[in-house]
């Protein structure tokens, strides 16, 4: 019965099907034939279609031909509606190219000839562009806009270009002389690589400049006359998009430069050799911003006829089928002071282990300085690494413990050691014995006396905590900072010696020098400060950064955005002005009667400071970050210096030194 029923079935669909084609006038097959044409196109390949006309063979070699110049773009093509008249059709075609930002659209129309029951492009020139004739190709010409400038406060310019000089060797006016020989004196005068200078130099073809160094014209050694002695050597004057110096905020701004290999390969066509792209920081994430949009322009030229011989013509033979204007880039706007940030970095100068000087403007938020040291490596330690931030954290402690109904003058007992859990915690090695005791929580903090802040944990709780770091600013999200950064992270959850470790800043509180001067920042303004660093945020290029890890270094799992992407938001809880006072009150002390005596003599406001020190590592004796933050007027600085003793005796310093210079 089943096989009955399928045969039935089959039958009635060959009469349907039988039914159809008797009824067809050819505008199926033309319909397809039209879809296949605009397929055929859009793969730049017609070599498998039905050609009336031209041999197939040479109609798929004058396609690539005519748009060998636009490779690697190929068009988005579609057919529209068939015009049928008996065994002919015409169809139009709309092509559609994307050419880097720019987009070319136009139509161009297709005749179809139907012979027996197939259906045959006649092959034309203007089916590939209406207004090409016979013999002509397409000639691309692509005129990059200007980089757009970072600036900084007062629109001081941080990057802009500034002129360099690629010094290499020019094989075409090498002469008689070895280019290996030459290569490697250059190499040697302007100290690169000689073995691999001298291989690229060797394999490079005969009208190649082979630069060897970029090096920028104010303030250079190597003059010209060094590199005119060498056979083959020049300079070619030009100018890039540059900080002040070569080290200015370059992990905080990034760089750009010329796209390399690897770059253009990854960007997938939206680069191209010669664009100015940039790595690392803001340049890199305000990529687009920075870029603007290239101008394009297609023209048709003379199939065959060379660069020189058009250059040579007049006039110029070519005619121009589309053009894109040039579109500048957007300058991005920074609230960097350039003053301060260049003092921060020579204040940390010499220094050896990873560094960084942070400073804010309480009553805006706007950073001004955020400075890495030599010893980061490049690593920009100031916002995005992750450290325990040891006593200053008691910054927080105090606020929980106050709106638990402390005041700085409440007494708390600061004893030589205390154990929690079988742990044994002591205050930092040369605590003054006449600051032990039964002590006001002012004076406490001033000397940093880790026992009685340890003792007084059965009075604010880990969640607490967190809501108290959250109140000051910390661990939350930045929506105005415009920049990738750690911002602080408090677990809500600690029990034991976990919630002891937590009380001095330990355990698995971590804080980045960006994170600690918002908590000092905070304290100064009354009410929390959200960081800002860009003010015009535009587009913003894919983040190719890397997640800093708990140790401050970089990790290749992600980009530091989606670490930031897991903050709180703002506080519903934010610190009172009455709850800052208090906390600048003992801050004030730490200056006064505490570590930082050394800060007084520091002209203009009274300054207020949080010393910190944390252990981390498993050294016997163990390493120490070292840590102040520090209000001086309408300015909130961090210090850190990841293995630097105690934070008095080695931040201190660099604090009083960076205060006494900002003025």
Same mark, same amino acid.
Request: glycine share 10%.
């Given at each position: 019965?089943?096989?009955?029923?399928?045969?039935?079935?089959?039958?009635?669909?060959?009469?349907?099907?039988?039914?159809?084609?008797?009824?067809?006038?050819?505008?199926?097959?033309?319909?397809?034939?039209?879809?296949?044409?605009?397929?055929?196109?859009?793969?730049?390949?017609?070599?498998?279609?039905?050609?009336?006309?031209?041999?197939?063979?040479?109609?798929?070699?004058?396609?690539?031909?005519?748009?060998?110049? $636009?490779?690697?773009?190929?068009?988005?093509?579609?057919?529209?509606?068939?015009?049928?008249?008996?065994?002919?059709?015409?169809?139009?075609?709309?092509?559609?190219?994307?050419?880097?930002?720019?987009?070319?659209?136009?139509?161009?129309?297709?005749? %179809?000839?139907?012979?027996?029951?197939?259906?045959?492009?006649?092959?034309?020139?203007?089916?590939?562009?209406?207004?090409?004739?016979?013999?002509?190709?397409?000639?691309?010409?692509?005129?990059?806009?200007?980089?757009?400038?970072? %600036?900084?406060?007062?629109?001081?310019?941080?990057?802009?270009?500034?002129?360099?000089?690629?010094?290499?060797?020019?094989?075409?006016?090498?002469?008689?002389?070895?280019?290996?020989?030459?290569?490697?004196?250059?190499?040697?005068?302007?100290? =690169?690589?000689?073995?691999?200078?001298?291989?690229?130099?060797?394999?490079?073809?005969?009208?190649?400049?082979?630069?060897?160094?970029?090096?920028?014209?104010?303030?250079?050694?190597?003059?010209?006359?060094?590199?005119?002695?060498?056979?083959?050597?020049?300079?070619?004057?030009?100018? $890039?998009?540059?900080?002040?110096?070569?080290?200015?905020?370059?992990?905080?701004?990034?760089?750009?430069?010329?796209?390399?290999?690897?770059?253009?390969?990854?960007?997938?066509?939206?680069?191209?050799?010669?664009?100015?792209?940039?790595?690392?920081?803001?340049?890199?994430?305000?990529?687009?911003?920075?870029?603007?949009?290239?101008?394009?322009?297609?023209?048709?030229?003379?199939?065959?006829?060379?660069?020189?011989?058009?250059?040579?013509?007049?006039?110029?033979?070519?005619?121009? $089928?589309?053009?894109?204007?040039?579109?500048?880039?957007?300058?991005?706007?920074?609230?960097?002071?350039?003053?301060?940030?260049?003092?921060?970095?020579?204040?940390?100068?010499?220094?050896?282990?990873?560094?960084?000087?942070?400073?804010?403007?309480?009553?805006?938020?706007?950073?001004?300085?955020?400075?890495?040291?030599?010893?980061?490596?490049?690593?920009?330690?100031?916002?995005?690494?992750?450290?325990?931030?040891?006593?200053?954290?008691?910054?927080?402690?105090?606020?929980?413990?106050?709106?638990?109904?402390?005041?700085?003058?409440?007494? =708390?007992?600061?004893?030589?050691?205390?154990?929690?859990?079988?742990?044994?915690?002591?205050?930092?090695?040369?605590?003054?014995?006449?600051?032990?005791?039964? =002590?006001?929580?002012?004076?406490?903090?001033? +000397?940093?006396?880790?026992?009685?802040?340890?003792?007084?944990?059965?009075?604010?709780?880990?969640?607490? %905590?967190?809501?108290?770091?959250?109140?000051?600013?910390?661990?939350?999200?930045?929506?105005?900072?415009?920049?990738?950064?750690?911002?602080?992270?408090?677990?809500?959850?600690?029990?034991?010696?976990? +919630?002891?470790?937590?009380?001095?800043?330990?355990?698995?509180?971590?804080?980045?020098?960006?994170?600690?001067?918002?908590?000092?920042?905070?304290?100064? +303004?009354?009410?929390?400060?959200?960081?800002?660093?860009?003010?015009?945020?535009?587009? =913003?290029?894919?983040?190719?950064?890397?997640?800093?890890?708990?140790?401050?270094?970089?990790?290749?799992?992600?980009?530091?955005?989606?670490?930031?992407?897991?903050?709180?938001?703002?506080?519903?809880?934010?610190?009172?002005?009455?709850?800052?006072?208090?906390?600048?009150?003992?801050?004030?002390?730490?200056?006064?009667?505490?570590?930082?005596?050394? $800060?007084?003599?520091?002209?203009?406001?009274?300054?207020?400071?949080?010393?910190?020190?944390?252990?981390?590592?498993?050294?016997?004796?163990?390493?120490?970050?070292?840590?102040?933050?520090?209000?001086?007027?309408?300015?909130?600085?961090?210090?850190?210096?990841?293995?630097?003793?105690?934070?008095?005796?080695?931040?201190?310093?660099?604090?009083?030194?960076?205060?006494?210079?900002?003025?």
């Amino acid at each position: 019965m089943g096989k009955t029923k399928n045969i039935v079935l089959g039958l009635a669909a060959l009469m349907i099907a039988g039914s159809l084609t008797a009824c067809d006038d050819g505008r199926a097959g033309a319909e397809g034939a039209a879809k296949q044409l605009a397929s055929s196109l859009a793969a730049l390949d017609v070599g498998s279609l039905a050609v009336d006309g031209k041999d197939a063979a040479a109609a798929n070699e004058q396609l690539k031909a005519v748009f060998a110049a $636009l490779d690697p773009a190929k068009p988005s093509v579609e057919s529209g509606a068939v015009k049928l008249d008996g065994d002919k059709a015409s169809v139009p075609l709309n092509f559609t190219w994307k050419i880097g930002t720019a987009e070319w659209k136009y139509t161009s129309q297709a005749a %179809l000839k139907k012979s027996g029951d197939k259906w045959a492009v006649q092959w034309t020139t203007t089916l590939l562009e209406p207004d090409l004739k016979d013999g002509e190709v397409l000639d691309k010409t692509v005129t990059p806009p200007a980089r757009a400038e970072i %600036l900084g406060a007062g629109d001081a310019k941080l990057i802009s270009y500034r002129p360099v000089v690629y010094v290499g060797i020019d094989k075409t006016t090498i002469g008689s002389a070895d280019p290996a020989a030459s290569a490697a004196k250059l190499a040697q005068l302007v100290s =690169v690589d000689e073995a691999a200078y001298v291989k690229q130099v060797q394999a490079s073809g005969p009208q190649a400049f082979v630069s060897a160094i970029t090096l920028r014209q104010d303030g250079r050694t190597i003059t010209d006359q060094q590199i005119a002695a060498i056979p083959g050597a020049r300079g070619i004057p030009d100018s $890039l998009p540059l900080a002040p110096t070569r080290t200015f905020a370059r992990a905080v701004l990034g760089t750009a430069a010329e796209a390399s290999a690897e770059q253009i390969q990854k960007a997938g066509g939206s680069l191209k050799v010669g664009d100015i792209v940039g790595t690392g920081g803001l340049e890199e994430q305000y990529d687009t911003q920075l870029r603007g949009q290239d101008g394009v322009s297609i023209r048709a030229r003379p199939q065959g006829m060379t660069d020189d011989q058009i250059k040579a013509a007049k006039p110029d033979p070519r005619r121009v $089928l589309f053009a894109a204007d040039t579109k500048p880039g957007d300058p991005l706007k920074t609230t960097l002071d350039p003053r301060l940030q260049q003092l921060a970095e020579d204040t940390l100068t010499g220094i050896g282990p990873a560094s960084a000087i942070v400073a804010i403007r309480p009553s805006t938020g706007a950073v001004l300085a955020a400075a890495s040291g030599p010893g980061s490596n490049g690593y920009n330690t100031a916002m995005l690494g992750q450290y325990a931030p040891g006593s200053t954290f008691k910054i927080v402690d105090s606020l929980a413990l106050i709106r638990n109904g402390m005041t700085p003058d409440s007494k =708390v007992e600061c004893t030589p050691t205390i154990t929690v859990d079988g742990r044994t915690f002591k205050n930092a090695e040369g605590y003054p014995v006449s600051s032990l005791g039964s =002590v006001a929580l002012r004076d406490a903090f001033a +000397h940093s006396c880790n026992t009685a802040f340890i003792s007084s944990r059965d009075k604010v709780s880990q969640a607490q %905590l967190e809501s108290a770091a959250t109140s000051l600013g910390l661990a939350v999200q930045a929506p105005k900072l415009g920049a990738d950064a750690f911002l602080g992270s408090v677990p809500g959850n600690a029990d034991g010696t976990e +919630h002891a470790a937590s009380m001095i800043g330990q355990g698995k509180v971590l804080l980045s020098p960006l994170a600690a001067a918002i908590m000092a920042a905070s304290v100064a +303004h009354g009410a929390p400060v959200s960081p800002q660093l860009v003010l015009n945020p535009g587009s =913003v290029s894919p983040s190719t950064g890397a997640t800093p890890t708990a140790s401050g270094s970089p990790s290749s799992s992600a980009s530091p955005a989606a670490a930031a992407s897991d903050a709180a938001p703002a506080s519903d809880k934010p610190v009172t002005p009455a709850e800052a006072a208090a906390l600048g009150d003992m801050m004030r002390a730490v200056v006064t009667s505490g570590h930082a005596g050394f $800060l007084a003599s520091v002209p203009g406001a009274p300054v207020g400071a949080k010393t910190g020190t944390a252990e981390f590592g498993n050294d016997n004796p163990p390493k120490t970050h070292a840590w102040i933050v520090a209000v001086h007027g309408d300015l909130a600085v961090a210090v850190f210096v990841e293995d630097g003793g105690l934070g008095a005796t080695t931040s201190g310093p660099l604090l009083k030194s960076f205060l006494t210079a900002a003025g």
